[in-house]
């Protein structure tokens, strides 16, 4: 049995979705059982995010506008894929149905004037839900019996909205019951990613990019003989491929070492994805759907490799750092615990964060799609410490990104942080922020984004991790 997750960038357009059908059409071909687990269409989660935002906000024609968007785009797709009458009409219904969905949740949300967490998960959860539905329509109509499957339905989860946690042997329960006995009818499950349920039925999501979490559940659920997830690079790199041409593939990695570079940021894996796979002794495999020869990076409990400790450079841009400044002797380790826990009510996501008591400044990373609803958060947050002057100001800085340099030692015994500082001490990369754990394993800074790529060279080079005669990773 094999599970197979399809992210954004997999299913962009139209033209995405066809490559996907094939790919799975293939998959089928050579094993009787394959469950599909798919995220939303690039972009959309960020989308309906947006309309809930400006909703509460009362930005209504903001809000009209992402819909019709959506509307257009999900049609567009629809027709491009779908030839038959009927089949192509039920799924553009279910389209206009979920949106209409979202449209009246929106207009609630124009009188309440507040998004909570909840709410964002129920809007937020669209997406999954619509090209679902697209692709099994477009494998029925290429002769793949294949049916939609809603993950709120047999994901259980708790109540930790935003990023709730699957009661598994609930899930478990459920999985079975559900997907098995479609797969011994020869159907494909095309399953929502990202989202779940609580016991009562209350939508949740699993957190930012929670499709691999998904796959990984279910994967562990069903006993999967491995899980691939399919992104659009050729599995972990040691850098963005965009960035560095010598970037090589990882194509064989353990359980911890993917574990550690998801953590740091490797946008190619979910941090949570490993646990479930690692229990069960389940292989993960990351492949590129838009190069699905390349075999990709394969995880496993002990790889077959030459010895050597992993180094990787993970860069993530589109990032803005909100700064809370103090005034004087009031601040107290109590104005980043209000600062994260309002965040958190609020649905955004800290990636980083800094304090510095000398200089009273407390710095937060978030998305920069993040930025105004975070600021807007911490100035009701603050408003009267504003007020008394307790603290100075609330400040952006962007756009920014990130860089964290992972792995162990190199071949010559110095760790990477020493050689990471050397290499921006050569390079004259002005660090606005630094995170480090007391092992010298890992490093992130943050940087203005017009560095990133001339840095994340000079370290990749400074590392040698462009060296193809090294030993195969």
Request: hydrophobic share 40%; net charge negative.
């Given at each position: 049995?094999?599970?197979m997750?399809f992210?954004?960038?997999?299913?962009?357009?139209?033209?995405?979705?066809?490559?996907?059908?094939?790919?799975i059409?293939?998959?089928?071909?050579?094993d009787?059982q394959?469950?599909?687990?798919?995220?939303?269409?690039?972009?959309?989660?960020?989308?309906?995010?947006?309309?809930?935002?400006?909703?509460?906000?009362?930005?209504?024609?903001?809000?009209?506008?992402i819909?019709?968007?959506?509307?257009?785009?999900h049609?567009?797709?629809?027709?491009a894929?779908?030839?038959?009458?009927?089949?192509?009409?039920?799924?553009?219904?279910?389209?206009?149905?979920?949106?209409?969905?979202?449209?009246?949740?929106?207009?609630?949300?124009?009188?309440?004037?507040?998004?909570?967490?909840?709410?964002?998960?129920?809007v937020?959860?669209?997406?999954?839900?619509?090209?679902?539905?697209?692709l099994?329509?477009?494998l029925?109509?290429?002769?793949?019996r294949a049916?939609?499957?809603d993950?709120?339905?047999?994901?259980?989860?708790?109540?930790?909205f935003?990023?709730?946690?699957?009661?598994?042997?609930e899930?478990?329960?459920?999985?079975?019951?559900?997907?098995l006995?479609?797969?011994?009818?020869?159907?494909?499950?095309?399953?929502?990613?990202?989202?779940?349920?609580?016991?009562?039925?209350?939508?949740?999501?699993l957190?930012?990019?929670?499709?691999?979490?998904?796959?990984?559940?279910?994967?562990?659920?069903?006993?999967a003989?491995?899980?691939?997830?399919?992104?659009?690079?050729?599995?972990?790199?040691?850098?963005d491929?965009?960035i560095?041409?010598?970037?090589?593939?990882?194509?064989?990695?353990?359980?911890?070492?993917?574990?550690?570079?998801?953590?740091?940021?490797?946008?190619?894996?979910?941090?949570?994805?490993?646990?479930?796979?690692?229990?069960?002794?389940?292989?993960l495999?990351i492949?590129?759907?838009?190069?699905?020869?390349?075999?990709?990076?394969?995880?496993?409990?002990?790889?077959?490799?030459?010895?050597?400790?992993?180094?990787a450079?993970?860069?993530?841009?589109?990032?803005?750092?909100?700064?809370?400044?103090?005034?004087?002797?009031?601040?107290?380790?109590?104005?980043?615990?209000?600062?994260?826990?309002?965040?958190?009510?609020?649905?955004v996501?800290?990636?980083?964060?800094?304090?510095?008591?000398?200089?009273?400044?407390?710095?937060?990373l978030?998305r920069?799609?993040?930025?105004?609803?975070?600021?807007?958060a911490?100035?009701r947050?603050f408003?009267?410490?504003?007020?008394r002057?307790?603290?100075?100001?609330?400040?952006?800085?962007?756009?920014?990104?990130?860089?964290?340099?992972?792995?162990?030692?190199?071949?010559?015994?110095?760790?990477?942080?020493?050689?990471?500082?050397?290499?921006?001490?050569k390079?004259?990369?002005?660090?606005?922020?630094?995170?480090?754990?007391?092992?010298?394993y890992?490093?992130?800074?943050?940087?203005?984004?017009?560095?990133?790529d001339s840095?994340?060279?000079?370290?990749?080079?400074?590392?040698?991790l462009?060296?193809?005669?090294?030993?195969?990773?």
């Amino acid at each position: 049995m094999l599970v197979m997750k399809f992210g954004g960038t997999s299913v962009g357009d139209a033209t995405r979705f066809a490559s996907v059908a094939q790919i799975i059409r293939e998959a089928k071909s050579r094993d009787e059982q394959v469950v599909v687990v798919v995220s939303a269409m690039s972009g959309v989660t960020n989308s309906l995010i947006r309309a809930a935002r400006a909703a509460a906000e009362g930005d209504e024609a903001t809000c009209r506008r992402i819909g019709e968007e959506l509307l257009t785009l999900h049609r567009d797709t629809c027709e491009a894929l779908i030839a038959h009458a009927g089949e192509r009409r039920d799924v553009c219904w279910f389209i206009e149905d979920r949106l209409r969905d979202v449209e009246r949740f929106c207009r609630s949300l124009t009188v309440l004037r507040e998004l909570t967490v909840r709410g964002q998960d129920a809007v937020s959860s669209i997406g999954e839900k619509l090209s679902a539905h697209i692709l099994a329509a477009h494998l029925r109509e290429q002769g793949t019996r294949a049916q939609a499957v809603d993950a709120t339905e047999i994901i259980v989860t708790d109540d930790h909205f935003g990023a709730a946690n699957p009661l598994m042997i609930e899930t478990r329960e459920r999985v079975r019951g559900k997907l098995l006995p479609l797969l011994e009818q020869g159907v494909v499950p095309i399953l929502t990613g990202y989202i779940g349920a609580t016991a009562e039925g209350v939508t949740t999501t699993l957190g930012r990019g929670g499709s691999d979490y998904t796959a990984a559940i279910v994967g562990a659920c069903l006993d999967a003989d491995e899980v691939w997830i399919w992104t659009d690079v050729d599995g972990i790199l040691t850098a963005d491929p965009n960035i560095v041409s010598q970037a090589r593939p990882l194509r064989e990695l353990s359980y911890v070492e993917a574990a550690e570079l998801a953590c740091f940021g490797a946008e190619v894996l979910h941090p949570k994805t490993i646990k479930p796979l690692e229990e069960r002794g389940i292989p993960l495999r990351i492949v590129n759907s838009f190069n699905p020869t390349d075999p990709g990076t394969l995880i496993v409990k002990k790889p077959q490799r030459t010895p050597r400790h992993v180094q990787a450079i993970i860069s993530t841009k589109g990032l803005s750092l909100i700064g809370v400044a103090g005034n004087g002797d009031a601040w107290t380790p109590e104005v980043a615990a209000r600062a994260l826990s309002r965040l958190a009510r609020e649905g955004v996501d800290v990636l980083m964060f800094t304090q510095s008591f000398s200089e009273r400044q407390l710095n937060l990373l978030v998305r920069q799609g993040d930025m105004e609803h975070g600021l807007k958060a911490l100035q009701r947050e603050f408003q009267g410490e504003l007020e008394r002057g307790v603290i100075a100001r609330l400040g952006v800085q962007y756009p920014v990104a990130t860089i964290s340099v992972v792995g162990g030692p190199g071949e010559d015994g110095l760790g990477i942080v020493p050689k990471t500082f050397a290499a921006l001490g050569k390079h004259q990369t002005k660090v606005i922020s630094i995170a480090q754990a007391s092992l010298e394993y890992n490093v992130s800074f943050v940087v203005t984004e017009d560095q990133v790529d001339s840095t994340v060279r000079l370290i990749h080079e400074e590392l040698g991790l462009g060296n193809f005669n090294a030993p195969p990773l």
